[in-house]
């Protein structure tokens, strides 16, 4: 038929090859006789993945096991199945999602005191060591983003924006900072076989990545969201380490403000990273977390931890959305990243001259 010079096509209605039914475009299964839509796909899929798992393909099988679980009905006894295994691989790729409700010991809010302060250089160039070698065994990956035309194209416009401001080399540095923060997202969604774009840059907000791919769990989620903070952690000691080692200013103050980048992911809310890790923490641990943010904020480290301490605290009074046992692995991130950020700061400030007004923020990390 035609409309207003316009040609419409009509598309034949989809039919059940069990009993014939008409179903409807957003159904996975037939409403009369529950015949799944897409069972000739799904058993190819299976297949594929049992192969990768055999293979040892862990990523390529939960890349085939995320789209299997697009294509079953959410409360189907297979989803549920299917959903289970990409739970125990996730395990196997970034450790058991769960533990208990609260860490053993108390004290971590006294070790973070003592955490801060210019004596903590050698031991966050130990702590985050580990991931500085990753970044360094990683250069492929890392190589990965400028190869795509919109990633080149966004950063160089954000270079420039940056640059017209600040100067060309803390422009540079920042948007290093950044760009090695958004590959530590990558990098994890890579591995938990997540589909993902590269990063895009926006400049005086910063980047982010889109997820073509919802995580399974919010384990994942976590994982993935405090990954951009630990990498960018780590691009954060490299800068303050040829501060040290070249005696130049502009170094330490790309360290201190790629530090203070990445405390601001770290917020509870939103869409931000640190909301994404507080979504696997239970209440006490969110309560931990919002002491160690209050100890750090009234040691004057920085007036940002003052927004942690609030966010955290909120987040950790309110009833809903907390599971009953919180994930060790991510708390112990989360508790990680926030001491060892803010003493970040502190050493980088030492050594860097006059910060620049306004460096924009991180915005969102991740958009789905």
Same mark, same amino acid.
């Given at each position: 038929?035609?409309?207003?010079?316009?040609?419409? *096509?009509?598309?034949?209605?989809?039919?059940?090859? #069990?009993?014939?039914?008409?179903?409807?475009?957003?159904?996975?299964?037939?409403?009369?006789?529950?015949?799944?839509?897409?069972?000739?796909?799904?058993?190819?899929?299976?297949?594929?993945?049992?192969?990768? *798992?055999?293979?040892?393909?862990?990523?390529?099988?939960? *890349?085939?096991?995320?789209?299997?679980? *697009?294509?079953?009905?959410?409360?189907?006894?297979?989803?549920?199945?299917?959903?289970?295994?990409?739970?125990? +691989?996730? !395990?196997?790729?970034?450790?058991?999602? =769960?533990?208990?409700?609260?860490?053993?010991?108390?004290?971590?809010?006294?070790?973070?005191?003592?955490?801060?302060?210019?004596?903590?250089?050698?031991?966050? +160039?130990?702590?985050?060591?580990?991931?500085?070698?990753?970044?360094?065994?990683?250069?492929? @990956?890392?190589?990965?983003?400028?190869?795509?035309?919109?990633?080149?194209?966004?950063?160089?416009? &954000?270079?420039?924006?940056?640059?017209?401001?600040?100067?060309?080399?803390?422009? @540079?540095? +920042?948007?290093?900072?950044? %760009?090695?923060?958004?590959?530590?997202?990558?990098?994890?969604?890579?591995?938990?076989?997540?589909?993902? =774009?590269?990063?895009?840059?926006?400049?005086?907000?910063?980047?982010?990545?889109?997820?073509?791919?919802?995580?399974?769990?919010?384990?994942?989620?976590?994982?993935?969201?405090?990954?951009?903070?630990?990498?960018?952690?780590?691009?954060?000691?490299?800068?303050?380490?040829?501060?040290?080692? +070249?005696?130049?200013?502009?170094?330490?103050?790309?360290?201190?403000?790629? #530090?203070?980048?990445?405390?601001?992911?770290?917020?509870?809310?939103?869409?931000?990273?640190?909301?994404?890790?507080?979504?696997?923490?239970?209440?006490?641990?969110?309560?931990?977390?919002?002491?160690?943010?209050? &100890?750090?904020?009234?040691?004057?480290? !920085?007036?940002?931890? %003052? @927004?942690?301490?609030?966010?955290?605290?909120?987040?950790?009074?309110?009833?809903?959305?907390?599971?009953?046992?919180? !994930?060790?692995?991510?708390? &112990?991130?989360?508790?990680?990243?926030?001491?060892? @950020?803010?003493?970040?700061?502190?050493?980088?400030?030492?050594?860097?001259? !006059?910060?620049?007004?306004?460096?924009?923020?991180?915005?969102?990390?991740?958009?789905?």
């Amino acid at each position: 038929m035609t409309a207003s010079g316009l040609s419409i *096509e009509r598309r034949a209605p989809r039919v059940c090859v #069990a009993c014939g039914a008409q179903i409807a475009d957003a159904l996975l299964a037939c409403p009369s006789c529950g015949q799944l839509i897409h069972a000739a796909e799904l058993k190819q899929l299976a297949s594929e993945a049992a192969g990768s *798992e055999t293979a040892g393909d862990t990523r390529g099988a939960l *890349e085939k096991w995320r789209r299997m679980l *697009e294509l079953l009905p959410a409360q189907s006894t297979q989803h549920a199945r299917v959903l289970a295994k990409v739970q125990a +691989l996730s !395990d196997a790729v970034g450790g058991p999602q =769960t533990g208990g409700g609260k860490p053993s010991s108390p004290d971590g809010a006294g070790r973070s005191k003592k955490a801060v302060g210019l004596g903590t250089v050698g031991v966050l +160039l130990a702590k985050f060591k580990w991931v500085i070698l990753a970044l360094l065994g990683k250069g492929k @990956l890392l190589l990965v983003g400028l190869a795509q035309a919109k990633t080149f194209l966004s950063m160089g416009i &954000a270079l420039a924006v940056y640059a017209s401001f600040y100067g060309w080399k803390f422009g @540079l540095g +920042l948007i290093a900072s950044i %760009y090695v923060h958004e590959m530590g997202h990558v990098f994890w969604l890579r591995r938990y076989g997540i589909a993902a =774009t590269a990063p895009m840059f926006i400049p005086g907000f910063g980047a982010f990545v889109r997820l073509k791919q919802h995580p399974a769990t919010v384990g994942e989620d976590a994982r993935v969201g405090l990954a951009g903070p630990v990498w960018g952690a780590a691009a954060a000691v490299a800068a303050l380490a040829l501060g040290a080692a +070249l005696d130049k200013p502009i170094f330490f103050t790309i360290a201190r403000i790629g #530090a203070w980048i990445n405390i601001f992911n770290l917020i509870p809310i939103w869409q931000l990273d640190g909301g994404r890790g507080f979504a696997a923490l239970s209440r006490g641990q969110r309560g931990l977390v919002a002491a160690v943010c209050w &100890a750090l904020a009234l040691s004057g480290a !920085d007036g940002m931890m %003052y @927004l942690l301490a609030i966010a955290a605290s909120f987040r950790a009074a309110g009833k809903g959305n907390a599971p009953a046992v919180g !994930d060790r692995a991510v708390l &112990a991130t989360y508790l990680a990243l926030v001491v060892g @950020l803010t003493a970040l700061m502190v050493a980088a400030h030492h050594g860097a001259g !006059d910060l620049p007004a306004h460096a924009g923020t991180h915005g969102a990390a991740l958009s789905v």
